[in-house]
């Protein structure tokens, strides 16, 4: 059986180094982006179990990214992550149907239950995709 692979798509290679350490901590496979273009690349021949997406970034913003897997139909759990203090921010995070958001600097623990959470909706989607039709 596969570990279960995350994707962590952040500008700031330092910080991506710490969360791809963090992540694998947990016992999780985790592969790092610089950008939403090198991981849309990627995305093409490649199927994460969970994407962690910091928000602002030059090329392409983690909103910009989730939008084109939407628009591609892909349901991938998001975790948005950003140091900005912006009330904006989690709002559209809430709005682009990710849960959960985090603002750095965060604790392990609080990656780790967003991981927690951002997977099991993950099994939702599995599950619910394979529910049997209704009756008729």
């Known amino acids: 059986m596969k ?5 962590i798509i952040e500008d ?9 350490r963090l992540i694998r901590s947990f016992g999780f496979a985790a592969e790092t982006f ?4 090198a991981f849309l690349d990627w995305l ?3 199927q994460p179990d969970c994407v962690v997406l910091d928000i602002h970034m030059p090329q392409m913003s983690g909103f ?9 139909h ?3 759990p998001t975790i948005f992550i950003t140091g900005s203090d912006d009330p904006d921010d989690e709002w559209r995070a809430c709005r682009a149907n990710s849960s959960p958001f985090i603002q750095k600097p965060f604790t392990a623990d ?4 967003a991981l927690q959470t951002a997977l099991n909706v993950r099994i939702g989607l599995k599950t619910n ?7 008729v």
């Open 44 to 46: 093409q021949e490649n």
């Open 129 to 135: 995709s394979v529910k049997s039709p209704s009756p």
């Open 34 to 37: 610089g950008s939403g273009p």
């Open 12 to 20: 700031h290679a330092s910080v991506a180094k710490a969360l791809q």
């Open 110 to 113: 609080q990656m780790l239950s």
């Open 3 to 7: 570990p279960t692979l995350i994707v």
């Open 74 to 76: 892909r349901s991938l």
């Open 64 to 72: 910009e990214i989730k939008a084109h897997l939407a628009a591609e």
